[in-house]
């Protein structure tokens, strides 16, 4: 099925809250589960799901899975958005797109992203230590610890500063990555960026370049000491944003009415980052396997003679597409062997794999 914009949609409905819930805190703590550091919601439509989606902070607008397209019909359809109790007010944006890859990349069933925008009437937190996401009433102070603007736009953009350089970053909590910038050429780096790996989005595979950026940058609140940055390689559009592997130490909350969020956690010192480790190699996600598209020069990968057109079956014995979702991070920082089961000229061929650091 082709991909459907869809015409505004105006949901009425209102944020309940269940007897017991803490009123006098206004705020309810969404039914989500936790796959590595991205948050899975589970969401009705109409009446039916409810379905697991990834609440995500960088998306503009809601993705629905095809499956869900089989059962509700045309978006336009959709009279009623809900996450547990939270039932969402407002102007709806949605198009329908294969959740496929995805879902094949996360380990678990993905039927849909939830937009930024479904949040925009309440105060949305995103608690990484305590591993829930909550909704509640109210609105945060102008000013304070942690409090920085979002800018105008559907998306949560900050203010960051490197040398002298003034830009925005994205806050994305449906990125897995750490910092990413556009215009990569323009900052200092301790060595070229070189190709690392691949990220799966919902419009395809892109290739990833990563390095150590010189100074500190300052994004909002924070302040990150030589970061370790990717750049994607590819067409179209790139937003300079943060991801889970930098937002997975804080607790986010966001003020969409007033356009700013707060950040609490550790904002008093500037953060380091040591290596970063991985196989060297990228991946297709795919239903039964996931074929190689790129091994990457002086990585473990190549050392250990694994080639673009294999095909990985499993990896440490598990199959690929009996994987369950990780429960923490993909971010490795010390080296470890892995053995990658792959298939080659209709044979299955077992590959030792030690890691090495990516990014030292």
């Not at 050429?185 to 799966?200: D, N």
């Not at 009415?257 to 190699?281: E, Q, V």
């Not at 000229?345 to 030292?360: C, F, K, M, N, S």
């Amino acid at each position: 099925m082709n991909s459907r914009k869809t015409p505004t949609l105006i949901l009425v409905a209102v944020l309940t809250l269940m007897a017991g819930c803490a009123f006098g805190s206004g705020e309810i703590v969404l039914p989500t589960a936790r796959c590595g550091d991205f948050f899975i919601a589970e969401v009705s439509i109409n009446g039916q799901g409810p379905w697991p989606m990834v609440l995500d902070s960088g998306a503009a607008s809601t993705v629905l899975s095809e499956h869900i397209a089989e059962n509700i019909g045309s978006i336009d359809r959709i009279r009623s958005f809900n996450i547990g109790e939270y039932k969402f007010k407002g102007e709806f944006s949605g198009f329908y797109r294969s959740m496929d890859q995805l879902s094949h990349a996360l380990g678990m069933r993905i039927e849909g992203i939830v937009g930024h925008p479904v949040f925009k009437n309440v105060l949305l937190t995103y608690d990484y230590p305590a591993q829930e996401v909550r909704v509640g009433l109210g609105r945060l102070p102008a000013a304070g610890p942690g409090i920085v603007p979002t800018g105008k736009e559907k998306r949560p953009f900050l203010d960051a500063h490197i040398d002298n350089h003034k830009f925005k970053v994205l806050v994305d909590t449906g990125s897995s990555r750490g910092l990413s910038l556009s215009r990569s050429k323009r900052y200092r780096f301790m060595e070229p960026l070189r190709k690392t790996g691949a990220r799966i989005k919902i419009n395809g595979l892109h290739y990833v370049e990563t390095g150590r950026l010189i100074g500190i940058v300052e994004l909002g609140p924070l302040k990150l000491r030589e970061p370790i940055v990717n750049a994607s390689v590819g067409n179209g559009r790139r937003d300079s944003l943060v991801g889970q592997e930098i937002l997975r130490d804080y607790v986010l909350t966001f003020d969409q009415i007033n356009r700013r969020m707060r950040f609490d956690g550790p904002l008093d010192t500037p953060r380091s980052f040591g290596p970063k480790y991985g196989l060297g190699a990228a991946f297709d996600p795919k239903k039964k396997g996931w074929p190689i598209v790129a091994v990457f020069p002086g990585s473990g990968a190549e050392a250990a003679g694994l080639k673009v057109g294999d095909v990985l079956l499993a990896r440490d014995g598990e199959k690929m597409w009996e994987r369950t979702c990780p429960e923490d991070s993909s971010y490795e920082t010390a080296s470890r062997e892995v053995v990658l089961t792959v298939l080659r000229d209709g044979a299955e061929v077992d590959l030792t794999i030690t890691t090495r650091a990516l990014v030292p």
